[in-house]
């Protein structure tokens, strides 16, 4: 295998790394990590010297050229590149809508956003940002948007079989799928009484899911690792905080992928 080289912009050590286990310790746990991997440190040392950004719109322009090269029946078999990050952790779900959600904000606790990206057939359909909360926490804004991508979903469920709904954040799936049940059946208290922290958004999160999870699927995805409804419903996330959108509303710009991935990101 060929040396590889990583570059972190935002984690608990930035630069650029030689091996992965470098990079998993200084942004595991962190859901504002960003980080990319390059063929060369030649590469990676330009990359850092600009930004996350840039280098994930000259990575997807890469991914579109390379597409287009290829000849109509090879096409046939590939994912189009603009949704090609993302077949690569969807393709073995049978479902007709996906629903990124994601979360941002900036101090941590402080003012925080929630975005969505919705795919109808593996292409986008919908962004939407909103949620604010002047003193809220990236695990709230992580579970705002799981809550909204469940209230989304049973609409679609109306018309469609199965919804698959994807966050970036295992803390706010886990308290779902894992710990909700046990919480709730321990009058909802954690071992020995303790308190649960967001114990609502919980509460409000696991009851619609109870009454969909036999026709939704819950996925986890990584964070700033160029899978584009996540990358999307960052940029989401960010905007609502920015314009301390507290409704949750439809991005009525253009859905043009380049421009919103250029959009600041969290």
Partial sequence: MSKKFYVVWKGAKTGVFSTWSEVQRYTQGRSDAQFMGFPSQEEAQAAFASTYTKALMKR?????????????????NTINSSNKSM????????ADIQIYC???CSPNP???GTGLAVYQQGKISTLYYGLYQANGTNNTAELNGLLYAFKLAKKYLANVEKVQVLSDSKYSIDCITKWAKGW?????????????????L???????????????????????????GNELSDRMAVLARKEQQQDL???NGELDIKTILAMESG
């Fill in 102 to 104: 994601d979360g941002a």
């Fill in 110 to 112: 402080g003012k925080s």
């Fill in 202 to 228: 919980i509460k409000d999160c696991f009851s619609l899911y109870q009454e969909l999870k036999s026709r939704l699927v819950i996925s986890h995805v990584k964070g700033h690792a160029n899978i584009e």
């Fill in 87 to 94: 077949s690569a952790s969807t393709s073995n779900i049978n």
């Fill in 249 to 251: 509303i439809k991005y």
């Fill in 60 to 76: 997807s322009l890469a991914n579109k050229g390379s597409s287009t090269s290829q000849s109509r029946s090879q096409k046939t």
């Fill in 184 to 200: 709730q059946a321990k009058g909802w208290t954690r071992g020995k009484g303790e308190e649960i922290k967001n114990l609502a």
